[in-house]
Structure formats: structure tokens, C-alpha cells
């Protein structure tokens, strides 16, 4: 895929200190002990389910769909975390 795509992601700290990050764009999740491990680990989810899907259907992300609509609305009410690449961070909670 040559075009620069942004993903929107939900980045979350459970009640047990695990963060979680959950794309919007494509039902894509990762987690991690702290908010670097969680990016890094999304980072490489996300280059990997998009080889993966084009890989089998010719396409990037194909067959992926959108994040349940929980995570949307969490997306409204998160608070953005400056980033300096085409992912945009928010952390919910």
C-alpha cells in the first residue's frame, strides 16, 4: 500500500494496569504493560493484518470490519495523545 492511511485507535488502561489499544477504522487490537509497548504492538498488528488481508484477498484490510460501536463512542469522549506519525492516539479513562 503506497497512500499514507491515518488510523483512528482508542488507547485504554484496564483496572489490572494493562493498556489496550483498539483501532476504529478495522476491528484491530493490541495491548501492552504501558503505553510505548501498546503503540509499538499495535504498530506491527496493524502492518501485519494488512499483509495478512491483502495477502488472501488482494486487498488491504479486506474482510476487517470496523470496531464495535462501544469503541466509537469512546472515541468522543478520549483525550488526544500528540503523536508525530499518520496514527491518532486518544486515551479513554
Avoid at 485507535?9 to 489490572?16: F, G, L, S, T, Y
Avoid at 506519525?85 to 479513562?93: E, L
Wanted: aromatic share 12%; glycine share 6%; charged share 30%.
Amino acid at each position: 500500500m503506497s497512500d499514507i492511511q491515518t488510523f483512528r485507535v482508542i488507547i485504554a488502561k484496564d483496572d489490572e494496569g494493562t493498556f489496550t489499544a483498539q483501532c476504529l477504522e478495522y476491528d484491530i487490537f493490541a495491548q501492552g504493560k504501558n503505553e510505548e509497548m501498546v503503540k509499538n504492538r499495535f504498530a506491527k498488528q496493524i502492518e501485519f493484518e494488512r499483509q495478512l488481508s491483502s495477502e488472501a484477498n488482494g486487498l488491504d484490510f479486506d474482510g476487517i470490519p470496523p470496531a464495535p460501536d462501544c469503541f466509537h463512542n469512546m472515541w468522543e469522549a478520549a483525550i488526544d495523545i500528540p503523536d508525530g506519525d499518520s496514527t491518532q492516539y486518544r486515551m479513554y479513562g
